[in-house]
């Protein structure tokens, strides 16, 4: 991304720039915050770690603002973020405006031959991979955490850790919706840090795909957009794919619910969501309870999150109804799904109206 937009609004003295004490009192404490771990990710001076569900201060705030303005869902007075803008960042990300409020899209398909939307996103990452057009997908998923120093404490298996994949046979590790929020930001900065040979010099920069769920995507043209320069984050990511339409769950309410079922969630190897039953998998057990049983859990975060679709992602891809749906928005993304389909890899159907007027429903 070479071109640069700014934040029209000047941010002021530094003493008043919102900084992580803000975030802390609008986000964390309101309950808004969704565990991105974007904040930890580009803090300059490595001041926040990432706990299982918020982010928490432990070293020197320098007060720079970057945490709070790159935070997917903070606002302030002078400053509305996407609302004031997506206009800009639409004609600077995809050359065109929204028509739609689930935003600017290409084409639309229906994937007819998955069970899940991760199936085909996985092809897609895979493509990437095979073909150089990427050096590494930063994401969440199983094995050892990138950037993993700036977690709190370990995190249980089933909240997956953020994770950078550069080889195809590691992509089944990717799971970038958990059931629980999940710190994917982090994996963009693990990924700076483990590829790039200059880190303050703009060499050698990697292209990384960043694999996140639609409520994540916001941060990263947030950082983009900041008047901080940073290339830790926002310049590595070369395509956004996003996961849509999924609910997610506090880890630690969810650690409480389940112990009051007699389930220890740091003993939980997967799990699986059939209509509205999930399996949770531990030791080759498999126990079943209803969503309503775990609904206590809900993060309501994520319902106040204005980005229902991921709708600055080059690619976004998620349930409608039963249907699975792949949104193309980019003109960077289209021909490589062109080719994938001229290829035989993913086999499409347009979608119809039926498909259209389901993402309306999903701003309504
Ligand atoms: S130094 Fe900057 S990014 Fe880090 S916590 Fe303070 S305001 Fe946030
Ligand atoms: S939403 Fe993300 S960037 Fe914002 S406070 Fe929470 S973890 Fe940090």
């Known amino acids: 991304m070479s071109q640069k937009l700014l934040w029209p609004v000047p941010y002021g003295k530094i003493t008043q720039r919102m900084i992580f004490a803000n975030l802390l009192k609008d986000v964390v404490r309101t309950q808004v915050c969704i565990g991105c771990g974007t904040c930890a990710a580009v803090c300059p001076v490595n001041a926040i770690q990432m706990g299982y569900d918020y982010p928490r201060l432990f070293g020197m705030c320098v007060r720079c603002g970057y945490c709070f303005y790159t935070c997917p869902v903070s ?35 229906v994937l007819k031959e998955f069970d899940t939307p991760e199936e085909p996103a996985k092809l897609i990452l895979k493509y990437l991979l095979e073909n150089h057009l990427i050096d590494a997908i930063a994401t969440i998923g199983f094995g050892e955490p990138s950037f993993g120093f700036m977690l709190q404490q370990p995190r249980p298996r089933i909240a997956g850790n953020p994770i950078v994949i550069t080889n195809v046979d590691e992509i089944d590790e990717a799971i970038p919706q958990w059931l629980t929020s999940a710190p994917s930001g982090m994996a963009l900065r693990g990924a700076s840090e483990e590829l790039s040979a200059s880190f303050f010099q703009k060499s050698n920069v990697p292209k990384v795909a960043y694999y996140a769920p639609s409520s994540h995507v916001r941060a990263i043209w947030r950082a983009r957009m900041s008047w901080i320069a940073n290339s830790k984050v926002e310049e590595i990511v070369e395509y956004i794919i996003s996961i849509f339409g999924r609910t997610y769950y506090f880890t630690e309410k969810l650690r409480t619910v389940l112990l009051q079922k007699g389930i220890n969630i740091s003993e939980i190897d997967g799990y699986e969501i059939k209509d509205s039953v999930v399996d949770f998998i531990s030791d080759n057990k498999v126990f079943s309870f209803s969503l309503d049983e775990i609904a206590e859990a809900i993060h309501p975060g994520i319902s106040k999150v204005n980005d229902r679709t991921g709708e600055y992602s080059d690619i976004s891809i998620g349930m409608v109804g039963k249907n699975i749906v792949m949104i193309v928005r980019s003109g960077r993304i289209e021909p490589i799904v062109n080719n994938m389909i001229n290829e035989n890899i993913i ?13 309306r429903r999903l701003y309504v």
Request: no cysteine; aromatic share 12%.
């Open 75 to 109: 606002v302030d007075e002078q400053f509305k973020g996407f609302d004031n803008m997506h206009q800009e960042i639409e004609k600077l990300a995809f050359g065109e405006v929204r028509k739609e409020p689930f935003g600017v899209y290409r084409s639309i398909y």
């Open 347 to 359: 086999r499409v159907e347009e979608a119809d109206m039926s498909i259209i007027e389901g993402l």
